[in-house]
């Protein structure tokens, strides 16, 4: 009784949240933040001894790292792209910026890549944080595809997104790709006879935007595998920061770390054939 009034009330909160809509210099910020990081990440590729971000730190610090990554950790930590010393602010919105990498021990960067590029079945290769996928289009290393994404933190939101990804290798042993969404939309009663999509920006705005920066290296006799993580929500509306606050805050970071250890542990138990990218569960 006690669970079904919590949920009853949650529904509720949910429900009395005002539908926040993307403003113009939100999104304009958000493409400003993925320019300047992006304009990072090709930097960093001119340093091809600092491929990995564990690999630009200092000797001490990197060592400890990488033990770690060899001892099955995923390391993980906040980053923000500054500009003039200050932090890029959305009005009305947060940027959420995460990094992580794992270490996949004894598999190599065909058989991660294949998985990463099976995005017919990515909603049985991560569910249950996704329910639905589909490879639209592939032209060369550039892919269009669909993922219908759950998050779940105190509420369930489910968003039906469409992504651009463009792969590249700058050396046979290394991958890097860069995903994009171009749509992400709001799915309300998701699964059952009354489910609606609504139009991208009429909704809760628990995510408007996510950008995934990808890279891939083989190495130690396994593969090393790293994700950054730019995505735009909403801001917290005053009052309902018990029900808002932790999925917009919590849910980036435990995304990005369930997408890791769950890539780990597919790629060292599914049966990949890499010359054509199909694989056996």
């Known amino acids: 009784m006690r669970q079904a009034i919590l949920a009853g009330t949650l529904s509720l909160a ?13 999104i304009a910020a958000f493409d400003e933040y993925a320019r300047l990081t992006e304009g990072r990440l090709d930097a960093e590729l001119a340093h091809p001894e600092q491929f990995l971000r564990v690999d630009a ?18 390391l993980i930590e906040r980053l923000a792209t500054l500009v003039n010393g200050r932090p890029l602010e959305a009005p009305d919105a947060m940027i ?17 890549v294949a998985v990463l590029q099976d995005y017919d079945h990515h909603a ?19 892919f269009r595809m669909y993922l219908r994404l759950i998050r779940t933190k105190v509420i369930t939101v489910v968003l039906d997104t469409e992504n651009d990804v463009r792969y590249s290798a700058p050396r046979p042993d290394r991958v890097e790709f860069r995903a994009r ?19 991208v920006g009429d909704g809760h705005g628990f995510m408007w935007r996510l ?63 890499t010359h054509d990218h199909k694989l056996i569960y």
């Not at 730190?57 to 770690?68: C, G, M, N, V």
């Not at 959420?96 to 991660?112: K, S």
């Not at 249950?128 to 060369?140: I, T």
């Not at 969404?181 to 139009?199: F, H, L, N």
């Open 57 to 74: 730190h200092p000797s001490a610090r990197r060592q400890t790292e990488l033990t770690r990554l060899r001892g099955g950790e995923v």
């Open 14 to 26: 949910v429900v009395a949240v005002i539908a926040a809509q993307p403003q113009a210099k939100a």
């Open 96 to 112: 959420h910026h995460w990094i992580a990498t794992v270490y996949i021990a004894g598999v190599g960067l065909e058989r991660v």
């Open 211 to 273: 950008n995934t920066y990808g890279r891939v290296e083989a190495r130690d006799d396994g593969t090393f595998v790293q994700f950054e993580t730019v995505s735009l929500s909403r801001d917290i509306p005053f009052g309902l920061g018990w029900v808002i606050g932790p999925f917009v805050t919590s849910v980036p970071k435990e995304s990005l770390l369930f997408t890791l250890e769950t890539l780990r542990r597919r790629v060292t138990t599914a049966t990949v054939a």
């Open 124 to 142: 049985q290769l991560f569910a249950p944080a996704v329910a639905r996928s589909k490879l639209r289009a592939r032209n060369g290393d550039d």
């Open 181 to 199: 969404t171009t749509s992400v939309r709001e799915v309300q009663d998701a699964g059952k006879p009354a489910e609606t999509i609504k139009a």
